[in-house]
T-cell receptor
Framework: AQSVTQLGSHVSVSEGALVLLRCNYS??????LFWYVQYPNQGLQLLLK??????LVKGINGFEAEFKKSETSFHLTKPSAHMSDAAEYFC???????????FGSGTRLLVRP | EAQVTQNPRYLITVTGKKLTVTCSQN?????MSWYRQDPGLGLRQIYY???????DKGDVPEGYKVSRKEKRNFPLILESPSPNQTSLYFC???????????????FGSGTRLTVV
């Protein structure tokens, strides 16, 4: 069965520092991968997605993620954190033969002034 | 505006009192799904629907029912709610089943349910 592991339920960074949120997946075939962001009291919003076109994927709000097949990873990064980035982030995986997204347990990003 | 609308946003109810959480989308999407979100567990799929009158169980369907009589609506029914169904619920939709795989979902804003 597929699974997604997000390392660290909470990540705290200073404003202006690098953001790195980790995601590892298990999949027997090349997957489709997603990062979603959830702001307080809101639904999930798609940040970016990997669908095999390019290994480095750029998303909204300055975020990007790199697909590394050898490491089965899809870590999310942003060079410089803003206060407005404070939210919960979810990594999700889907296989081409599947019809649902499987989500990780989420990482809450805290940004310190 | 293209969106998925859930109602109510917040609901407190008592054990055993039937309730319905509504979900409606205005994008003519074929695929709709319900998830529950619990701390430390991420989102888990409850039920999904690939089109009108086509529904199937997800990973955690026990205690829930759904129906899909119209393309735009996908209500979640709790016939006899219990405290372990206290959770944050999300409805999501995608243009097609394949789109759900390739492009992800559009999510509603969520319904926070408390069962006492």
């Amino acid at each position: 069965a597929q699974s997604v592991t997000q390392l660290g339920s909470h990540v705290s960074v200073s404003e202006g520092a690098l953001v790195l949120l980790r995601c590892n997946y298990s999949s027997s075939v090349p997957p489709y991968l997603f990062w979603y962001v959830q702001y307080p009291n809101q639904g999930l919003q798609l940040l970016l997605k990997y669908t095999s076109a390019a290994t480095l994927v750029k998303g909204i709000n300055g975020f990007e993620a790199e697909f590394k097949k050898s490491e089965t990873s899809f870590h999310l990064t942003k060079p410089s954190a803003h206060m407005s980035d404070a939210a919960e982030y979810f990594c999700a995986v889907s296989e081409a033969s599947s019809y649902k997204l499987i989500f990780g347990s989420g990482t809450r990003l805290l940004v310190r002034p | 505006e293209a969106q998925v609308t859930q109602n109510p946003r917040y609901l407190i109810t008592v054990t055993g009192k039937k309730l319905t959480v509504t979900c409606s989308q205005n994008m003519n999407h074929e695929y709709m799904s319900w998830y529950r979100q619990d701390p430390g567990l991420g989102l888990r799929q409850i039920y999904y629907s690939m089109n009108v009158e086509v529904t199937d169980k997800g990973d955690v369907p026990e205690g829930y029912k759904v129906s899909r009589k119209e393309k735009r609506n996908f209500p979640l029914i709790l016939e006899s709610p219990s405290p372990n169904q206290t959770s944050l619920y999300f409805c999501a939709s995608s243009l097609t089943v394949q789109g759900a795989t390739n492009y992800g979902y559009t999510f509603g804003s969520g319904t926070r349910l408390t069962v006492v």
